[in-house]
């Protein structure tokens, strides 16, 4: 493990370097960080920080407000031709787009671990839900389907037309700085809009390795590259974006508070969006649970990514029956749990990814440890040793005083996006269902029982009111296929698989008259 290397005259560390050049981006000077058909960016510089040992990996010259202006003036521009060509050319532009994903899949997924932190199984795993949408919309581009519609009128029909919406602001956040994007990018694509991106600033380089990845795609087949412009950037690239009348979809996965402010400001220009906001996930576990099963899981949903995910697990509600049997086998696994370099084969626990996440944290722990949780396992900060330069926190169990969500609002009700797993023990099903749906987040929730009485009513009207609702699966890891996305504060508008691709079209109700007569609906009568 390198620890703390600066990028010096000298040069990168040799495995960050190895890992860019494999990737096709150079590592010295400083990297254009915006793609509108041409690489560009004459903006502030923005560093690419290793969350594992602090080396600064690149420099990337960011968007001024001006150019994402022109951005989105050519980003709009590669929208009118490309709306023309047909769904079926586009999918096969995806396919390739995939091919070439898939061959870099290792690279690009060492890539994530570098300037994320996740570990590597997962930075790949990111890579790959990227090549899975890719084939999702491939077989979509073929069944984008509208609809006949009975007419009550005799010559008449009508039809539901989906045609392109036109461009797709994509605001993605660090956590998944691959696979968030290619969800939008991909059903966007096959729908036939152009995309611009503006991905979190602390990710820069991935999204680079992206675009240019798909960039060459396009290019090779004559399509203008602004049909996946990039914008690199922080808070005022992002604002042009979503302020923009140009720009028909804003997609955002980031924090609640920000998310309000787009949705609010893209709703006041009559702009749709998309929000995954946060997620505060519960899983329940019942007595009937197979616990060879559900003690592995949570341990996945709660220390996995470094608890990192909008889908993490960050609740744990156990029925009192098994509670100290779970938590027993629980803390097991945690205390097999060390941290490492992400990049390492085995590693299971990288680093968190700044600074910033790991003062949310310690306050978090703080604030636990002030009201009188009891401290499981976790609770501090590595400082010594060769972790020292990086952000590594141990993942924490806790066991607040008071189990019910309205006992208190910053344990139950915040999300926390560190490995903090707050446990209660409840005695009936319905208790934990409402403790489930009792805080203000409604991203995912799991609940594991053999019982299939407890199953109806998990999935039913009174059940869980999230837009993930597992059984015997954890909260976090979501395939593709299904419609990824939350309720109440979580936001609005579903990413992925189902029916998501609808949002990424604007929908014509076109009634056809072939007769020889023009009568009004409803029978009414209207001459002289
Ligand atoms: C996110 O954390 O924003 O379901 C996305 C999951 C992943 C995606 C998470 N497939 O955990």
Not at 298 to 315: I, L, N, P, W
Request: proline fraction near 5%; aromatic fraction near 6%; glycine fraction near 12%.
């Amino acid at each position: 493990l390198t620890v703390g290397r600066r990028f010096t005259t000298r040069g990168l560390s040799s495995r960050a370097s190895d890992i860019l050049s494999s990737l096709g981006i150079p590592t010295n000077g400083e990297l254009s960080g915006v793609y509108d058909g041409q690489w560009k960016g004459s903006g502030d510089l923005m560093s690419s920080v290793c969350p594992t040992t602090g080396e600064v990996l690149a420099r990337v010259k960011t968007a001024t407000p001006g150019e994402v202006r022109d951005a989105l003036d050519r980003t709009r521009e590669a929208y009118t031709h490309f709306r023309n060509v047909p769904a079926p050319r586009r999918g096969e532009l995806l396919r390739q787009i995939r091919e070439a994903l898939s061959a870099q899949r290792e690279n690009l997924g060492a890539l994530v671990s570098l300037e994320m932190g996740k570990i590597k199984t997962e930075g790949v795993g990111e890579v790959q839900e990227f090549v899975d949408i890719c084939d999702y919309a491939v077989g979509l581009s073929r069944m984008m389907n509208g609809r006949v519609v009975a007419s009550e009128r005799p010559g008449h029909t009508i039809l539901e037309v989906p045609n392109p919406l036109g461009v797709v602001g994509v605001l993605s956040a660090f956590n998944f700085p691959v696979a968030v994007y290619g969800w939008n990018f991909a059903l966007a694509m096959a729908a036939g809009n152009a995309t611009i991106w503006k991905p979190s600033p602390t990710t820069p380089l991935c999204s680079i390795a992206v675009t240019k990845i798909i960039a060459d795609v396009l290019e090779k087949n004559g399509i203008p590259g602004a049909v996946a412009s990039l914008v690199t950037g922080g808070k005022e690239a992002g604002k042009v974006v979503v302020g923009s009348h140009d720009v028909e979809l804003v997609s955002f996965t980031g924090s609640e508070h920000v998310g309000r402010d787009i949705g609010e400001k893209v709703a006041s220009r009559f702009g749709k969006v998309i929000l995954e906001l946060g997620g505060n996930n519960a899983s329940i576990i019942m007595p009937d649970a197979d616990l060879s099963l559900a003690v592995p899981a949570v341990f996945f949903g709660a220390a996995g990514t470094a608890g990192q995910r909008c889908t993490s697990t960050r609740r744990l509600y156990l029925q009192r029956q098994i509670a100290s049997e779970f938590l027993e086998r629980l803390q097991q696994l945690y205390s097999s749990l060390s941290p490492g370099d992400p990049l390492v084969d085995g590693t299971l626990l990288g680093p968190l990814h700044s600074r910033s996440a790991c003062e949310t944290y310690a306050k978090a722990v703080q604030h636990l440890r002030a009201s009188g949780a009891e401290i499981l396992t976790g609770g501090n900060k590595y400082k010594e040793g060769p972790l020292s330069a990086g952000n590594f926190v141990e993942p924490t169990v806790a066991i607040p005083r008071l189990a019910a969500p309205d006992t208190d609002e910053l344990i139950w009700k915040t999300e926390t996006f560190a490995p903090i797993l707050n446990v209660a023990v409840f005695d009936d099903l319905e208790q934990a269902i409402s403790w489930n749906n009792g805080v203000p987040q409604g991203l995912s929730s799991s609940l594991w029982t053999r019982d299939l009485r407890n199953l109806g009513k998990w999935i039913g009207p009174s059940g869980s009111d999230t837009g993930i609702v597992n059984v015997n699966v954890g909260t976090s890891g979501a395939e593709i296929g299904a419609a990824f996305g939350g309720n109440k504060s979580t936001g609005w508008g579903r990413e992925s698989g189902g029916d998501s691709w609808k949002q990424y079209v604007r929908w014509s109700a076109c009634t056809i008259n072939f007769s020889d007569e023009a009568p009004l609906a409803q029978g009414v009568s209207f001459s002289a």
